[in-house]
T-cell receptor, first 109, second 111 residues
Framework: RKEVEQDPGPFNVPEGATVAFNCTYS??????FFWYRQDCRKEPKLLMSVYSSGNEDGRFTAQLNRASQYISLLIRDSKLSDSATYLC??????????FGKGTSLLVTP | SQTIHQWPATLVQPVGSPLSLECTVEGTSNPNLYWYRQAAGRGLQLLFY??????ISSEVPQNLSASRPQDRQFILSSKKLLLSDSGFYLC??????????FGPGTRLTVT
């Protein structure tokens, strides 16, 4: 089983739509969780951390379910500029992170 | 604020040639530093990480090596490149909540 699994997509949605991405992880001892955004041919950039109680940053909402080892990202009112690949990231023992392969989002006019 | 630099931005090298990629971090001291590779259409693969000067941990056996000669400098090297070494090489430093921040990357094509 892969450490972090994501639906690769692509997700094609119209502007203004709400879209949700899901991610599962295998290491129940993981303590830190993140969503990153990666634009084409660019470096990944931290979008938001994910906390057990759930957290929101503007149009973005992240949820964590430790019992199910499941993480989600909800994007409301999608913008053209949200088109990117979204990476689910989970900490592992030591100093390292496990990155999912990403979910591709294309927001269309 | 912290910034991370990588160079060169792009590189085309023949098979069998040596490689040296450099990463420097500003605005933080004694950072944990990381080298990743992202092959075309693939996920991020951790290659090396370092918790301090001269301390290198290798994740995957391969023909690459890393060194940390100074606190804020991390170097990725190879004596002889293979075609399979092509990819997007990213350096990162670790923040206080275990998050990582990436440099702009070096896109390497081995021909």
């Amino acid at each position: 089983r892969k450490e972090v699994e994501q639906d690769p997509g692509p997700f094609n949605v119209p502007e203004g739509a709400t879209v949700a991405f899901n991610c599962t992880y295998s290491n129940s001892a993981s303590q830190s969780f993140f969503w990153y955004r990666q634009d084409c041919r660019k470096e990944p950039k931290l979008l938001m951390s994910v906390y057990s109680s759930g957290n929101e940053d503007g149009r973005f909402t992240a949820q964590l379910n430790r019992a199910s080892q499941y993480i989600s990202l909800l994007i409301r009112d999608s913008k053209l500029s949200d088109s990117a690949t979204y990476l689910c990231v989970v900490s592992r023992s030591g100093y390292a992170l496990n990155f999912g392969k990403g979910t591709s989002l294309l927001v269309t006019p | 604020s912290q910034t991370i630099h990588q160079w060169p931005a792009t590189l085309v090298q023949p098979v069998g040639s040596p490689l040296s990629l450099e990463c420097t971090v500003e605005g933080t001291s004694n950072p944990n530093l990381y080298w990743y590779r992202q092959a075309a259409g693939r996920g991020l693969q951790l290659l090396f990480y370092s918790v301090g000067i001269g301390q290198i941990s290798s994740e995957v056996p391969q023909n690459l090596s890393a060194s940390r000669p100074q606190d804020r400098q991390f170097i990725l090297s190879s004596k002889k490149l293979l075609l399979s070494d092509s990819g997007f090489y990213l350096c990162a430093w670790r923040g206080s909540r275990s998050e990582q921040y990436f440099g702009p990357g070096t896109r390497l094509t081995v021909t």
